[in-house]
T-cell receptor, first 113, second 114 residues
Framework: KAGVTQTPRYLIKTRGQQVTLSCSPISGHRSVSWYQQTPGQGLQFLFEYFSETQRNKGNFPGRFSGRQFSNSRSEMNVSTLELGDSALYLC????????????FGPGTRLTVT | AQSVAQPEDQVNVAEGNPLTVKCTYSVSGNPYLFWYVQYPNRGLQFLLKYITGDNLVKGSYGFEAEFNKSQTSFHLKKPSALVSDSALYFCAVRATGGGNKLTFGTGTQLKVEL
């Protein structure tokens, strides 16, 4: 079975721009979660989507948004980029049952200049 | 609110020696606990989880973890460390009523030396 894939792997953007990151979950996984990883704040939960609905949301400003499509693929969008948004963005998928572990993709490294 | 503490930023161990990476947690209700490992420039790889049942959980690559409810701990262990085990290890907790949100510890860098 193919793992979680994320595109692009690397991205360089300028302050004020917006960016869209994509995540394809493992086949059959309907839950997709997004995390931000930075040296200063560590791993922080952004949001979770299940069956095209946001089921959980972390403490991030409204500039961070996401969506999930009917095939469970997910995108996250960051508008009006700030320098502090530079991070590794990780997507994780899991089966519907909450006792199941999440499987992570390789991440998208976003650099904001 | 749920939280995880990994008190050691780095653990050094000689190859062949046992290793322990510590984790304590705080959560309302029964916890789901996880260990992940991250190699440089990679995502997180799942090692093992505790949901319910036996307090000693066995996982991938010879790792195991012991759940201790009274001490709210979930320490990761391996009887004999390998140089290839050198990586960043994260403990995570999810509350049973908390959806799929994982709260991670700050990570522990494990360095296994010859």
């Amino acid at each position: 079975k193919a793992g979680v894939t994320q595109t692009p792997r690397y991205l360089i953007k300028t302050r004020g721009q917006q960016v869209t990151l994509s995540c394809s979950p493992i086949s059959g996984h309907r839950s997709v979660s997004w995390y931000q990883q930075t040296p200063g704040q560590g791993l922080q939960f952004l949001f979770e989507y299940f069956s095209e609905t946001q089921r959980n949301k972390g403490n991030f400003p409204g500039r961070f948004s996401g969506r999930q499509f009917s095939n469970s693929r997910s995108e996250m969008n960051v508008s009006t980029l700030e320098l502090g948004d530079s991070a590794l963005y990780l997507c994780a998928s899991s089966l519907a049952e909450l006792r199941n572990e999440q499987y992570f993709g390789p991440g998208t490294r976003l650099t904001v200049t | 609110a749920q939280s995880v503490a990994q008190p050691e930023d780095q653990v050094n161990v000689a190859e062949g020696n046992p290793l322990t990476v510590k984790c304590t947690y705080s959560v309302s209700g029964n916890p789901y606990l996880f260990w992940y490992v991250q190699y440089p420039n990679r995502g997180l790889q799942f090692l093992l989880k505790y949901i319910t049942g036996d307090n000693l959980v066995k996982g991938s690559y010879g790792f195991e973890a012991e759940f201790n409810k009274s001490q709210t701990s979930f320490h990761l262990k391996k009887p004999s460390a390998l140089v290839s085990d050198s990586a960043l290890y994260f403990c995570a907790v999810r509350a049973t009523g908390g959806g799929n949100k994982l709260t991670f510890g700050t990570g522990t860098q494990l360095k296994v030396e010859l």
